[in-house]
């Protein structure tokens, strides 16, 4: 009785002490609920952060009540953490909210914003990812998460796995080797893992794959495990050079498979994967007349390129500016603009070294001006021939014209083959998953750039740190040099005889003492060539500035009160122009007599490049002023000129080269509106957005892959389709292979200064009319930018440089000529997406 008593006498102190701690937790959250409600009057973040934690923590019912004040505390501790360079107790702040909120799609989004500032893509792409997960509706987690997604897994990857008869050739090929004798095999570069499991399949015992890129491996794990053979490749995530042998895999192989090659063949490091793996991962090579057995090979086996000389307008208006006056600017000689892409080049230079095209669907066609001539061969299976290669041991090569044009490019194609039965193309011609390298020619005089049949073009071919380049010499006239002179590759000892017949031409490339170039982007100089799109701008302009000068009644107007005669200098007009990257808009305006252009280029070459411009062109010093100089953060771009004046003209950069909408654009549009004076005009006014139904098989072959087929039976398609993204960008719609299921319609309407007339808060309900039977798999849009009633400006203008956009569907839609379509399309975030339904659905 003693004890039971002992112990019935305790329990009412458990219970009081019990009761205690319980009010005392209730008084420190009431504490901490006030303190984190006064921290956020006085923006006291972090401190309210952590307030908010503390009590989220001890009191897990009031999660949704007090949800979105400590999402509020959060993100703005956050950026404070993010100016301080704190990144990582802002990740630690994330990552204890989503311990509280773990299915919280906005937090995950933020996290994922947060990561893909400061450089860290594939984890970010998982949280964007997760967060389209949580809520598939999130507009910004898709939005980010298709940003991310083409960073991480590049739309080449959809048309290589798409094309059937590459797969096959490397089945083949790997098939064979595997059942002469090669046993082990490694996979470098991997991607999704599809020539591993050709491997396996073939009957490999051991296959290893290595992949450096965190996305790409994941992605592989996934494939494995879907085509049940996650146990039996082993997957290393790093790169083939970090692969060593016994501690990554236990002996050096027998086959190295790689599809490490771009359009220029060397853009991935192929040479110098396959020297490292020849000295380090690979058994010797076997001797011409032993088996397979026992030795070391590579799939590929070797290549060949080839190259011609080309004439292509749509190449030269991308990479040569040969317009000499644009709106009335006298481009002259003032700068020599260049493109990054350079077909010549020396010691240190920086210049890309090819663009890439498929150069068969460009708009307007090429003409071929010489016969297809090889530039290189190499063999994969020879160390010697590799450092060769590696060594950047340039070879002259001399090809005749045959067909009278300007010379515009050299374009290259190559024949892998991957062994001695098994070939793929990338000519032209040959529909494949590769484009063309592309090397444009630039910096000659104008007349040089003309060439006749019986001339010849030389050119040197080399591959400085591995990249093949196609630099041009000079172009030798018909008569020129004995007609006994080489037409095919020029050994090194006529080098001295040549560059004594060139002494006396003048057809050399452009002399030593140059001014150094002032380097556009390929859409910037496709701008700069295109006179329809700045002599509207001009003609819009002129009618704002005399419309405005007119309203100042004549020779005499009123300030302070007092009349101002016509002698007196009358305040100017001011023109803002925030166009992205390189614009001559400025000048064009600062020409117009009383106007102060305000430019808002940032770089130190293209404000150089203006001022040279502005002299001579006669523009007094005055009328021109770089913006962005005067301004203390970027961001601060649209404001006033000055205290007691507003601009008369503010001209917006709406639409990116790539074909989309560019983001905060109505957001600018509303600051702008703000900022100008009575009569005053935002260019463009408005933008209207076109669009039609089409049928391409090729966009959706370049979209998403398409089912087992292509991948020879594998399931990669699910794993990999997860990357896919709606909207297509950089499309020539004039050569897209599509047929036109519908006429155009009129999409949607922005209006920039007037955003009462916009009603795209909701989506915009649309009737679409079917012209043709077939299936809808995309919607390519375009817009018409106008810039006043009468001006406007089209996107798929032959001159445009702005390309087409394409909101693909997830699954085609079979439609009947006649038949009726509802199109909604949404706008949200400058992001345009669209659904397609039939009325009755």
């Known amino acids: 009785m003693a004890e039971a008593g002992a112990a019935g006498s305790r329990r009412p102190r458990n219970g009081r002490c019990n009761a205690g701690q319980a009010a005392s937790r209730r008084e420190l959250i009431s504490r901490s ?23 989220l923590s001890l009191a897990p019912q009031l999660k949704d009540e007090f949800k979105e004040t400590f999402q509020y505390s959060l993100f703005k501790w956050a950026e ?69 997604a083409n960073w991480l897994v590049e739309r080449w990857h959809f048309v290589m796995l798409n094309d059937i008869k590459r797969n096959r050739m ?55 495990a879907a085509n049940n053979m996650e146990g039996e490749i082993k997957l290393l995530h790093m790169k083939s050079h970090d692969v060593r042998v016994p501690e990554h895999i236990p002996e050096k192989v027998s086959l190295v498979v790689t599809e490490t090659v771009d359009a220029g063949l060397f853009g991935e490091g192929i040479v110098e994967t396959l020297i490292h793996a020849w000295k380090n991962l690979l058994l010797q090579p076997k001797p011409t007349c032993g088996t397979g057995e026992g030795y070391g090979q590579v799939i590929p086996a070797g290549a060949v390129v080839y190259g011609m000389a080309v004439e292509c307008l749509e190449i030269r208006r991308h990479h040569r500016v040969f317009v000499s006056e644009v709106a009335g600017v006298n481009l002259g000689a003032a700068v020599r603009f260049s493109s990054p892409v350079h077909s010549s080049h020396k010691a240190n230079d920086v210049t890309e070294p090819y663009a890439t095209e498929k150069i068969g669907r460009v708009p307007g066609g090429y003409k071929a001006l010489s016969q297809p001539f090889q530039a290189l061969s190499i063999d994969f299976n020879s ?55 592309v ?3 630039q910096n000659l005089s104008a007349d040089d750039y003309f060439v006749n049949p019986g001339d010849t073009v030389v050119v040197d071919v080399s591959c400085p740190d591995c990249y093949l380049r196609l630099d041009l010499v000079t172009v030798i006239r018909a008569g020129a040099m004995d007609s006994s002179a080489s037409y095919n590759k020029m050994p090194e000892g006529n080098e001295t005889e040549l560059c004594d017949a060139l002494a006396s031409l003048h057809t050399t490339l452009q002399e030593e003492n140059v001014k150094e170039p002032c380097i556009l982007e390929p859409s910037e100089i496709a701008l700069l060539n295109n006179i329809a799109y700045h002599e509207s701008f001009k003609t819009a302009i002129s009618k704002v500035m005399s419309s405005l000068m007119l309203e100042e009644n ?106 989309l909408i560019r983001q905060e654009v109505m957001e600018k549009a509303a600051i702008a509106r703000c900022l100008l004076q009575a009569g005053g005009k935002i260019f463009p006014q408005s933008v209207v957005i076109h669009g039609a139904l089409i049928e391409s098989h090729t966009l959706m072959q370049e979209c998403a892959v ?22 297509h960008v950089f499309l020539n719609l004039s050569t897209l292979p599509c047929v036109y299921l519908s006429d155009p319609v009129e999409l949607l309407r922005l209006d920039l200064m007037n955003p009462y007339l916009n009603s795209f808060s909701l989506a915009t309900e649309i009737k679409v009319k079917i012209c043709k039977t077939g299936q809808v798999t995309a919607i390519p849009f375009w817009y018409h930018l106008r810039l006043d009633e009468d001006i406007h400006l089209d996107t798929t203008s032959a001159t445009s440089h702005w390309k087409q956009a394409a909101f693909v569907l997830d699954t085609p839609l079979s439609v009947a000529n006649g038949e009726e379509l509802s199109l909604a399309v949404h706008f949200q975030n400058s992001n345009v997406s669209m659904t397609l339904r039939r009325p009755q659905e």
């Open 33 to 55: 609920v006030l303190s984190a409600e006064h921290c956020l009057r006085d923006r006291d973040y972090g401190t309210a952060y952590a307030h908010f934690l503390l009590v």
């Open 706 to 727: 398409q089912g087992t087929e292509p991948t020879l039976g594998f399931n990669i398609a699910q794993s990999i389709n997860q990357f896919k993204v709606p909207v």
């Open 439 to 441: 090397f444009p020619i």
């Open 554 to 659: 004549g020779s005499f107007r009123t300030k302070n009160n007092t009349s101002v005669p016509e002698e007196d200098p009358l305040d100017p007009l001011y023109m803002l122009d925030v166009s992205e990257g390189f614009s001559i808009l400025s000048l064009i305006a600062a020409q117009l007599g009383r106007v102060k252009s305000y430019s808002s280029v940032e770089e130190e070459q293209h404000c150089v490049a203006l001022q040279r411009l502005s002299e001579r062109n006669g523009i007094p010093k005055e009328s021109l002023e770089f913006w962005l100089n005067q301004l203390e953060a970027d961001d601060d771009v649209l404001q006033r000129p000055k205290s007691d004046k507003l601009w008369s003209i503010i001209i917006l950069d709406v639409i990116e080269p790539c074909g």
């Open 170 to 224: 490397y089945q083949k090929a790997i098939e064979k080797a595997v059942q002469t004798g090669c046993n082990t095999v490694l996979d470098i570069g991997t991607g999704t893992g599809i020539l591993s499991m050709f491997a396996k399949r073939a009957g490999a015992p051991h296959v290893y794959a290595c992949e450096l890129s965190k996305t790409m491996y994941d992605l592989a794990c996934e494939v494995m």
């Open 80 to 148: 404070e953490l993010y100016a301080l360079n704190r990144s990582q107790d802002l990740f630690n702040c994330y990552e204890q909210a989503l311990e509280l909120f773990p299915k919280d799609d906005i937090i995950c989004n933020s996290m994922g914003e947060h990561l893909f500032r400061l450089g860290f893509r594939d984890e970010a792409a998982g949280y964007f990812y997760k967060a389209v997960k949580l809520n598939p509706n999130s507009a910004d987690a898709k939005e980010n998460f298709y940003r991310v």
């Open 383 to 437: 160390l010697q021939d590799l450092e060769s290669i590696a060594s950047g041991k340039s070879c002259r090569i001399s090809m005749l014209v045959h067909e009278q044009g300007q010379l515009d490019c050299f374009t290259t194609w190559f024949v892998l083959h991957l062994d001695s039965e098994h070939n793929l193309s990338t000519i032209p011609s040959e529909e494949t998953c590769w484009e063309q390298a």
